[in-house]
């Protein structure tokens, strides 16, 4: 039974009995989306239902029913994002394609804020679990589609805000155990408060021990992860603070290389142990005069101290690769005014400064053969925005243009990105939007300039590179342009339905390309713009219901479709790779009770066939057939039971919640990125947790 057969089936199955419905007061997820406001999609506070393109927004409430345990885990299940494990974190993308394993192509923040890693454009760490605890997450709004008119680099496929708690929204302490297979074990706790009429404080900390859920680091390897995460948010009147740290250690690996050609024993291994410190302080203020005029601003600084790609890939080519070491930062800030007093506009006008560091990364660095001098070890910039929302027929019909420029900069020329959109209300149930988008993405660092080895083979007794990275300071910048339409039906207020289309058109897309040089030289890897074009054709069907008191839930589908313009091949003949982007995808999750305190929830995440790069079919086969097959599609159930125990305290009931997770309940153990050794996911889990409130 195909992808789309299953959907409908399980539409037409609730839609029936929901369409049937009086409207009542029951609301969806006990949130009404169309009444969360957001600011992703505009920089301003505006309501869901006004946001233009198409933006998807994570509940609390979603996130507290939900089985996922990590923020990745929790959007897989949001149509149009692609998420799989590599050898180090989660990798997400949203109507994308790419081997590219660091998320470079996704704006992440944190309450507004930028937090893309300097050094590799995407997670500010790796190894990595998680990037940002769950247990402080609020909600999360996910823009589809470019958004460099408003944030500049990196907003390339979409945007992803996370929007944290405050210490009014926890009003006291929650603590959280959690353990299972894979020797996890966990205990976080929180203290929120509010002070006063205008301030709150919120205080937050966890401890995690586990292991990556891929046969390589579980099985074989038996490494283990040890970390530490705090966050601290203060906030008065308009004025916000915050600070995360992110601590862990990995355990490293050695991976025998039964090579004939080479001298026993030898071995491809990592430093001894992977250490990493992010630290992330932001502070932000928004201020509005009687509804005329506002201003606001955020200054931001990131820094990470710890290993880089040598600490994996080149652990013995110098000893300061195999220690942590100050690998850079960034500081960003932005200043904005509105101007509300015409009727029928609302004006936003902004800046940015950001300075983008290296430091000790510079170690790794380099120009390549045949260069002189140093590669450069920062960058720097200073970009302006202006958007216009439009107001028309009494707020039926909005327009929303605008433009960011981005200056030109030490490494870079200056960048134009245009952006329209348009929302109509076409009747009190039906909306309907169109839009037109454009972005670009900056090479980063380790793209441009990552200049050591890349395999090697070694023991006690020596040491020799199989590949190297080759740098390419050459690199332009990628570019994608994006038409939208779509629209949304609410049936009722227990059934709602979104669909939107895309088409995507891609220049100077970044491949990482792997080749052979004459002998004795090491084989290369280095990335390079493919000299083709292609185009991204797509739909994102979502449907939200509730059913009765004490059953909801939510279907949806993604079908995504890519081709290369023309027969361009890059440096090493290879045609554009569309790696990793299934054409089909579907979510579905049931949710039930709480009856007599019992709860629960069915989640399903199935992906179709898709295909990794052609190089790693050819390393899988030990060299002797480099044919290109599809990975085979799979689904991954999980489910969580809660009990909740009433307990008294000071006077208030808070609940005392047990809970017990099944993962992967199917057993599946799919490749979801391809490379040399066994990345496979582990197979079914189980985990127990507990949470209590006083």
Request: charged share 20%; glycine share 10%; with cysteine.
């Amino acid at each position: 039974m195909g992808p789309r057969i299953l959907l409908f089936a399980l539409v037409a199955s609730i839609a029936y009995p929901l369409l049937a419905q009086e409207p009542g007061e029951v609301k969806l997820f006990e949130e009404d989306e169309s009444e969360i406001r957001i600011k992703a999609a505009t920089k301003t506070d505006i309501p869901l239902s006004k946001a233009p393109g198409s933006v998807t927004v994570i509940t609390h409430a979603q996130i507290k029913e939900s089985g996922a345990r990590t923020i990745p885990d929790v959007v897989q299940l949001v149509a149009g994002m692609n998420i799989r494990w590599n050898p180090m974190v989660q990798t997400m993308d949203i109507r994308g394609f790419g081997s590219n394993p660091f998320t470079s192509r996704l704006l992440l923040m944190i309450d507004g804020v930028p937090f893309n890693a300097g050094d590799k454009g995407g997670f500010p760490q790796q190894p990595a679990l998680d990037f940002f605890v769950l247990q402080n997450v609020k909600r999360i709004e996910i823009v589809r589609g470019p958004g460099s008119a408003l944030y500049g680099e990196n907003a390339f496929w979409g945007v992803l805000n996370i929007v944290t708690l405050s210490g009014e929204d926890l009003q006291g302490v929650e603590v959280e155990v959690f353990g299972g297979d894979r020797e996890t074990g966990s205990v976080g706790a929180s203290f929120g408060r509010k002070l006063g009429e205008s301030g709150s404080i919120l205080v937050s900390a966890k401890y995690l021990e586990s292991q990556f859920p891929m046969v390589f680091w579980a099985e074989e390897q038996n490494s283990k992860v040890n970390g530490s995460d705090v966050f601290l948010k203060a906030g008065y009147k308009g004025l916000q603070a915050s600070y995360y740290r992110h601590q862990d250690t990995v355990d490293g690996f050695s991976e025998a290389i039964p090579d004939p050609a080479l001298p026993p024993g030898a071995a491809f291994f990592s430093a001894p142990q992977l250490e990493q410190t992010v630290d992330i302080f932001a502070t932000k203020y928004d201020y509005t005069k009687s509804g005329k005029w506002s201003v606001g601003g955020d200054f931001s600084y990131s820094r990470r101290f710890g290993m880089h790609c040598a600490g994996c890939h080149a652990s013995i080519e110098q000893p300061e690769f195999a220690a942590p070491a100050n690998h850079g930062g960034q500081m960003i800030g932005d200043f904005r005014v509105g101007l509300h007093m015409v009727p029928g506009h609302d004006l936003l006008v902004g800046v940015e400064s950001r300075k983008v560091t290296t430091h000790d990364h510079a170690d790794e660095l380099g120009l390549g053969p045949g260069q002189t001098g140093e590669a450069p070890d920062y960058y720097s910039k200073q970009a302006v925005y202006v958007q216009d929302q439009m107001s028309f027929a009494d707020d039926r019909f909005r327009v929303v243009g605008g433009f960011r420029y981005d200056g030109k900069s030490n490494l870079f020329d200056d960048k134009l990105s245009p952006r329209l959109a348009g929302v109509f209300d076409a009747t009190d149930r039906l909306v309907l939007r169109a839009g037109w988008s454009t972005a670009f993405r900056f090479p980063n660092f380790s793209e441009l300039y990552q200049d050591s080895w890349f395999f090697f083979a070694g023991n006690s007794l020596f040491a020799a590179p199989l590949a190297v990275f080759s740098p390419n300071p050459g690199l332009e910048p990628e570019q994608i342009e994006t038409f939208e339409f779509g629209g949304e039906y609410r049936f009722n207020p227990n059934l709602s339905a979104k669909v939107d289309f895309y088409r995507s058109h891609l220049t100077d897309f970044i491949v990482l390309t792997y080749g052979l040089a004459p002998p004795p030289n090491p084989a290369f890897v280095h990335f390079e713009n493919h000299p083709d074009e292609a185009n991204i054709w797509g739909t994102d069907v979502e449907l939200r219901f509730r059913a009765g008191k004490g059953f909801r839930g939510f279907a949806n589908y993604s079908y995504q479709t890519q081709e290369q313009v023309g027969e361009l091949r890059d440096s090493v003949g290879n045609l554009m790779e569309m790696s990793y982007a299934p054409a089909n995808k579907f979510n579905v999750g049931g949710y039930w009770g709480p009856f007599e305190g019992v709860s629960g929830n069915v989640e399903l995440h199935w992906v179709g066939e898709y295909v990794g790069p052609s190089f790693y079919y050819f390393v899988r086969s030990n060299f002797t057939d480099p044919t290109v097959r599809p990975l085979p599609s799979y689904g991954l159930v999980d489910f969580r039971v809660n009990y909740d125990i009433p307990i008294g305290w000071n006077g208030k009931e808070r609940p005392w919640r047990i809970s017990f997770y099944g993962k992967n309940l199917l057993d599946e153990m799919p490749f979801q990125t391809l490379i040399g050794v066994d990345t496979r996911l582990v197979g079914r889990e189980f985990f127990f947790g507990t949470t209590f409130q006083f």
